[in-house]
């Protein structure tokens, strides 16, 4: 049996601040061309995929940053991508700042179907960073001051011949997220990432351990639900601040089965089998059979960590 989905993780080089949404968007259908060409059902584009990193810039009048902000989806810049993806019948996943009609901001991603309908929307849940300008930092991280916590969970759609799920880059290190869709039999997460290749609190981890942390967590969450994950950066430098390549995908063993080279725009295409998921999900992994619930608790009643007396 196989149920094959081929996957293009979209990796974007670095835009620029003055650059506008449309420049971006030819970038992003250059690559989508250059996937269907090679065989992909569905493209996979980082988060915010539409703009600069904005949250490293600080606005102290909050409501300027809302110029990075899509008031709808699709919108008559985003509507070029919209119209190739239907016209080579593919699905597609990106990210973008979302600005609702009752003025609520979210760091969210959507999946649209090969008929070109948005079928599922996520919203980051584990936003990063701090709210005020923080001198004490090299570089500011933005997150909690521009963003809302998403209110939408972690669902899982059916979808493209398989069940996908979403989640948006610090979401990744954060074992809830996978074994929350997990247990909706996730088949395929996909997340964009935006990751400074230095840490801003600590001078001294630079890529090398950035990219281990990376690749340590989408693996481990992608074996220990036995599921494929597709983890696609937006890298380079951006006026002066540079963010870490390493779009991979890994497969339901938790293996990298490919990694792009690089910080460009590029892609890697992988035919993922969704029934590569089940082994591990009847086995080790058989949740019904082995999970310990009792002793779970701790994990939605508690936030911080209570030592022992
Ligand atoms: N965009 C992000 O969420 N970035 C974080 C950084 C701040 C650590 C990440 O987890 O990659």
Redesign the pocket.
């Known amino acids: 049996m196989s149920r094959i989905l081929t996957v293009a993780a979209a990796q974007l080089g670095p835009i620029q601040k003055a650059e506008t949404r449309r420049e971006v968007v030819a970038r992003m259908v250059a690559l989508m061309d250059e996937a269907k060409a090679k065989g992909a059902d569905f493209i996979v584009y980082p ?1 915010l995929a539409l703009t600069t ?1 904005f ?1 490293r810039w600080y606005h102290e009048d909050r409501a300027e940053a809302d110029a990075w902000f899509e008031a709808s989806m699709p919108n008559p810049e985003v509507q070029p991508l919209f119209d190739r993806a239907l016209a080579h019948g593919m699905g597609m996943s990106f990210g973008y700042a979302e600005l609702t009609p009752d003025g609520q901001h979210f760091n969210s991603s959507i999946i649209v179907d090969k008929s070109g309908a948005i079928v599922g929307k996520y919203r ?1 849940i584990h ?3 701090h709210v005020e300008y923080d001198p004490d930092r090299t570089h500011q ?1 933005l ?1 909690k001051r521009y963003f809302e916590p998403g209110d939408l969970g972690f669902p899982v759609w059916r979808t493209m011949g398989g069940l996908l799920g979403m989640c ?3 979401d ?2 954060w074992p809830e997220t996978y074994r929350v869709m997990g247990l909706q039999g996730v088949e395929m997460v996909v997340l964009g ?4 290749s230095v ?1 801003s609190q600590k001078g001294g981890e630079g890529l090398a351990q950035r990219l281990f942390h ?1 690749r340590l967590s989408v693996q481990a969450g992608a074996y220990q639900n036995s599921c494929w994950v597709v983890a696609v950066a937006k890298a380079g430098d951006e006026d002066g601040h540079h963010l870490m390549g390493g779009t991979l995908i890994v497969n339901p063993d938790g293996e990298i089965v490919a990694e792009l080279e690089g910080e460009a725009d590029g892609i890697i295409v992988v035919p993922c089998d969704l029934d590569d998921t089940r082994f591990g999900k009847e086995t080790i992994f058989d949740f019904k059979r082995h999970r310990r619930i009792e002793h779970y608790g701790k994990i939605t009643a508690q936030v911080g960590v209570v030592e022992p007396e």
């Not at 990432?193 to 400074?196: A, I, K, V």
């Open positions: 988060e990193f949250p980051k936003l990063p960073g991280h997150e948006i880059c610090n990744r290190r990432f935006n990751t400074p840490n990376h």
